[in-house]
């Protein structure tokens, strides 16, 4: 009601039920990179699992997956690990039930002798459970966190500064972003509009209304383009074709007809921004690797 009231919808909001989860696989399977691009972009993280995991070789480790989505980076993650020598253990973080199901699924097919752990929770309201990211650890066990696709929907400073109250010194921070280039940063987001504005990702945004029993038909979507944002993004509003009423409980909340929504956004960034922020609140860079096209790239960051 909160998000309805702003006219703000949080990104968690298009992940929570069954239907949105494999709305957005489809979309994921649809917009992701494909063929030779798959290729390269599993390879540059394939490198980075690698050089961890012969480091942490042989130690017991835990893969904790903040948004873990379908999980197929964290498989990857488990069985370098795994391949190394380490007992894996997994605990997959989501705000959608079957996502944190699927990815449980993925991780222990890739490493089948690690143990997973599913928790489903709003990353936004999450505080005070390191208790239970530790629960049932051997002592010696080295923590690995991963935000993998996460700082594209959320407000990267807000996320980098709860990062840091969440891991403890010698922890391990896997985290990714999708990049842009700065010569050209409007012919760039031009050239990349056609993964979000199509047919696939207007059915899966407007999920949130048909789970709430108003399905949106008529609405009218339109991309926008933030090439001087800082970070640069992809947005999408939403106009209302009628009068919406939520109904959630006991309660109802009513957005009228041609309001117009803040319904998703998309974050690019400069690898050197992302950097100074990451050492800027405490994490000392291990390594860095970027997907051959430079689209997108992952960070090791160790916090000191
Ligand atoms: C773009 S997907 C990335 C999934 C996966 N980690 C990957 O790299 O493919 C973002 C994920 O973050 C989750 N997410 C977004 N906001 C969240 C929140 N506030 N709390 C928990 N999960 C959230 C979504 O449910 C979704 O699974």
Sequence with gaps: MHALRLRQLPA????????????????????????????????????????????????????????????????????????????????AVDAGQALVLIAADAVTNAAPQCKARRLVADLDEL???????????????????????????TNPDRLIQWLTGLLAPNDHLLISANLYDPEDPGNELQAILPQYDNPETRHWLTTFFADLDWPVTAGQFVFHLHENASPARISATLTLPETFVAAIGTRTFE???????????????????????????????????????SAEAVWHAERI
């Excluded at 993280?45 to 835990?62: D, G, H, S, T």
């Design 12 to 91: 968690k909001f298009h992940y929570l039920t069954p239907q949105q989860a494999r709305r957005w696989l489809a979309v994921h399977t649809a917009y992701a990179p494909s063929g030779g691009r798959a290729i390269a972009t599993t390879a540059a993280y394939r490198r980075l699992f690698q050089i961890l995991a012969r480091r942490l070789a042989e130690r017991p480790v835990q893969i904790i997956s903040l948004g873990c989505g379908s999980g197929q980076k964290d498989a990857l993650l488990a069985l370098s690990l795994y391949e190394a020598g380490c007992p894996v253990r997994y605990l």
């Design 127 to 153: 505080g005070g459970w390191r208790d239970f990211v530790e629960q049932g650890s051997e002592r010696d066990e080295v923590q690995v966190f991963c935000a993998f696709g996460v700082l594209p929907n």
């Design 255 to 293: 957005v009228p007809r041609a309001a117009c929504l803040d319904i998703f956004f998309s974050n690019r960034f400069l690898a050197a921004d992302l950097s100074a922020m990451l050492e800027r609140y405490g994490f000392a860079l291990s390594q860095y690797a970027e997907t051959a096209s």
